[in-house]
């Protein structure tokens, strides 16, 4: 079936450093959202991104909806050690219901 | 508030046995959804649901069957347990098509 290409597969940062991730489709889509997974938990919404081209902040993090739709990104900045966890994109197409994730891309932060 | 509640957050079967996974949210959400979390796959969708009396298949269904008799409940059952079904599997639910998934603290299962 149909999944997100993420890049890289895993970090190992020192705190401080920024952080940079992405999500590719061969396919365009129309929502590109990103979540972050804390260990036995359930993934969380970070950012939701709705118009392509759209650079969106919450915090330390930015996203951004690529131009093309097939993509897209997500920046850390000055990571702290509670950013640990697994960060997963998900798309969405146009009139359509489901939502398709990345494989993920594991974060650990040093001190 | 409750959210999205799995149960059992663990379960551990021998091949063949069958078993129901529950879902529920209080939130009054028309669309849910059941993922697998495998290592190196990320999240697959097997199933899910946009209302009650209507459900699909997602991306990896076989061998999982879900039904959807009310706006709460969206049940997963597993009619005979395979080893390949061993996972970490997650409920969703959320508004219409906003695509913004809350997600329950999953259920681990083990086939033996």
């Known amino acids: 079936g149909q999944q997100l290409n993420q890049s890289p597969q895993s970090m190992f940062i020192q705190e401080g450093e920024d952080v940079s991730m992405n999500c590719t489709s061969s396919?365009?889509?129309?929502?590109w959202l990103w979540y972050k997974q804390d260990p036995g938990e359930g993934p969380v919404l970070l950012i939701a991104?709705?118009?392509?081209?759209e650079l969106t902040s919450n915090g330390r993090l930015t996203a951004q909806f690529g131009i093309t739709r097939k993509d897209s990104f997500l920046n850390i900045s000055a990571s702290i050690p509670s950013d640990v966890g697994i960060y997963f994109c998900a798309g969405q197409r146009y009139n359509t219901d489901k939502l398709i994730f990345g494989t993920g891309t594991r974060l650990q932060v040093f001190p | 508030n409750a959210g999205v509640t799995q149960t059992p957050k663990f379960q551990v079967l021998k091949t063949g046995q069958s078993m129901t996974l529950q879902c529920a949210q209080d939130m009054n959400h028309e669309y849910m959804s059941w993922y697998r979390q495998d290592p190196g796959m990320g999240l697959r969708l097997i199933h899910y649901s946009v209302g009650a009396g209507i459900t699909d298949q997602g991306e990896v269904p076989n061998g999982y069957n879900v039904s959807r008799s009310t706006t709460e409940d969206f049940p997963l059952r597993l009619l005979s347990a395979a080893p390949s079904q061993t996972s970490v599997y997650f409920c969703?639910?959320?508004?219409?098509?906003?695509?913004?998934?809350?997600f329950g603290e999953g259920s681990r299962l083990t086939v033996l």
């Open positions: 396919s365009i889509f129309n929502t």
């Open positions: 969703a639910s959320s508004t219409p098509i906003t695509g913004e998934l809350f």
């Open positions: 991104l709705y118009k392509a081209g």
